[in-house]
């Protein structure tokens, strides 16, 4: 069983790895809170996430907003993510009692893995919770799967030979405008020709 796994884990250091595979993916959250999660890829390995989720141990309501650093692992679709971001929450109450605690502000970070299957993503996160102002507690300490529907997903290969072609047209294009400019005197005049 040990050498299947190192053989897996060698073979895995070699494939191209690239980031997290969607670009948008909507799901349902459940841990030491339950709530929706929304990921979006900003930039190659970058993600900003929100967060609505509701205490299981406790009455209140909170928004996170992270951003988060993707980092491969090996095969495609499988990547493990580190970030932060900020969080406030709302103490739910019931009639006319006051709030037993201020509604808390601060500082969220978050460390977490997840794989992408077809349209479903699924990770699990481990998010302490650092209370500015507010909250029954200074810390909150919460983890959670979560399972995402992929919206947008990424093109897993690119076609090489495609954008060989696209390089060797547009090549050909500059070509024949500086033939034709040299016809002409030294403008051309009729670019769009050559587009």
Same mark, same amino acid.
């Given at each position: 069983? %040990? !050498?299947?796994?190192?053989?897996?884990?060698?073979?895995?250091?070699? /494939?191209?790895? +690239?980031?997290?595979?969607?670009?948008?993916?909507?799901?349902?959250?459940?841990?030491?809170? *339950?709530?929706?999660?929304? !990921?979006?890829?900003?930039?190659?390995?970058?993600?900003? =996430?929100?967060?609505?989720?509701? &205490?299981?141990?406790? +009455? =209140?309501?909170?928004?996170t907003?992270l951003? =988060?650093?993707?980092?491969?692992?090996?095969?495609?679709? #499988?990547?493990?993510?580190l970030?932060?971001?900020?969080? @406030? &929450? *709302?103490?739910?109450?019931? $009639?006319? +009692?006051?709030?037993p605690?201020?509604?808390?502000?601060g500082?969220?970070?978050?460390? &977490?893995?997840?794989?992408?299957?077809?349209?479903?993503?699924?990770?699990w996160?481990?998010?302490?919770?650092?209370n #500015?102002?507010?909250? =029954?507690q200074?810390?909150?300490?919460?983890?959670?799967?979560?399972v995402?529907?992929?919206?947008? !997903?990424?093109k897993i290969?690119?076609? %090489?030979?495609?954008? !060989?072609?696209?390089?060797?047209?547009?090549?050909?294009?500059q070509? +024949?405008?500086?033939k034709?400019?040299? @016809?002409? $005197? &030294? #403008?051309? *005049?009729?670019? *769009?020709e050559? /587009?």
């Open positions: 069983m %040990k !050498k299947i796994i190192l053989s897996f884990l060698a073979i895995a250091c070699f /494939l191209q790895a +690239d980031a997290q595979g969607y670009d948008s993916a909507f799901g349902l959250r459940l841990g030491t809170e *339950w709530g929706v999660t929304f !990921k979006q890829r900003v930039a190659k390995r970058i993600t900003v =996430e929100g967060i609505i989720q509701s &205490g299981i141990r406790r +009455d =209140e309501t909170t928004i907003g951003v =988060e650093r993707h980092y491969p692992l090996g095969p495609r679709n #499988i990547n493990v993510y970030g932060g971001g900020v969080h @406030k &929450g *709302w103490v739910r109450t019931t $009639g006319t +009692d006051p709030a605690y201020a509604n808390p502000f500082i969220t970070g978050v460390a &977490g893995a997840e794989i992408s299957i077809g349209r479903i993503n699924a990770s996160d481990f998010k302490p919770a650092i #500015i102002s507010g909250g =029954e200074a810390v909150y300490t919460q983890t959670a799967v979560s995402r529907y992929i919206i947008n !997903k990424r290969f690119e076609n %090489k030979n495609n954008n !060989k072609d696209k390089d060797k047209a547009k090549a050909k294009r070509r +024949d405008r500086e034709a400019k040299k @016809k002409k $005197g &030294g #403008i051309n *005049w009729r670019f *769009w050559n /587009l």
